[in-house]
């Protein structure tokens, strides 16, 4: 919070990767020096560190976005999140995505339900996909991700895929959708947050994500009342 809406400095990652500043970088190694210190047997998997081959020989491993949304941070915006994670086995069993601009605190571990600074939330329960309230890039919805027809649905958007997620297990939206591969830090919480909000979540090819890969990308993601998800994926494949 002490860099945000003051003029961070800002670097251009390799490969248009995008923008990371100094605000990611020390989240990153305050959360990898607590985290790690208290879990020292735990793999390290995060956006702002070089990844290592080592967390594949841990059954568990921490998989951390320091600032999701990192460019909503730069504007000044309040949608930025941390999202983390702890993955065993390839199994999402702990998560949190903290929003401090805004004091909401998303929390969900295994079979124990999806939370919203401590109150129980749950997925929207929409039944049909005609004008569900979808979050997704507008690139999303060009014809060729859509075979059997570009669904009616109100397109909505915000920058944090981990947010997204969280609004997904809290019921504000039905569904969200990336069809680009995305990386696992930057679902790996809200996959948790939304399946234990009653939402179903898999990849664009309707497989559940598996965590913890030696590539840690997927190939993208759909989240959303269990209906609308259903129909989404059937839109695709069609």
Same mark, same amino acid.
């Given at each position: =919070? ?10 251009? +990652? ?15 190694? =305050? ?31 921490? #998989?951390?976005?320091? #600032? ?13 999140? &941390?999202?983390i994670?702890?993955? &065993? ?15 909401? =605190? ?31 890039? +507008? ?5 060729? &991700? ?9 397109? &909505? ?7 997204? =997620? ?33 939402a ?6 309707? +497989?559940?994500?598996?965590?913890n ?5 997927l ?6 009342a ?13």
């Open positions: =919070m002490p860099f945000w809406r003051q003029s961070p400095k800002i670097w251009n +990652k390799d490969d248009n990767a995008g923008p990371v500043t100094e605000a990611d970088l020390a989240v990153n190694e =305050m959360l990898k020096d607590r985290l790690l210190s208290a879990r020292p047997d735990f793999g390290w998997l995060s956006e702002e560190t070089e990844d290592s081959a080592d967390r594949l020989d841990c059954e568990s491993v921490f #998989i951390v976005d320091p #600032i999701d949304g990192t460019r909503a941070f730069i504007a000044g915006e309040r949608t930025w999140s &941390h999202s994670a702890v993955s &065993h086995r390839g199994e999402i069993t702990h998560a949190c995505v903290y929003l401090p601009a805004t004091g909401k =605190m998303y929390t969900a571990q295994s079979r124990q339900g999806a939370y919203l600074n401590g109150q129980p939330i749950a997925q929207s329960g929409r039944k049909g996909i005609d004008q569900a309230r979808v979050l997704s890039a +507008k690139p999303n919805f060009h014809e060729s &991700h859509w075979p059997g027809g570009i669904p009616d649905v109100q397109r &909505h958007f915000r920058t944090s895929l981990a947010y997204r =997620m969280a609004l997904i297990a809290e019921g504000r939206f039905d569904a969200m959708i990336t069809f680009r591969d995305t990386w696992e830090w930057d679902v790996a919480a809200g996959t948790l947050l939304a399946k234990e909000a009653g179903t979540v898999t990849d664009r090819l309707g +497989k559940a994500p598996i965590f890969n030696r590539h840690p990308a190939a993208g993601i759909i989240a959303g269990p209906a609308v998800q259903h129909a989404l994926i059937n839109r695709t494949k069609s």
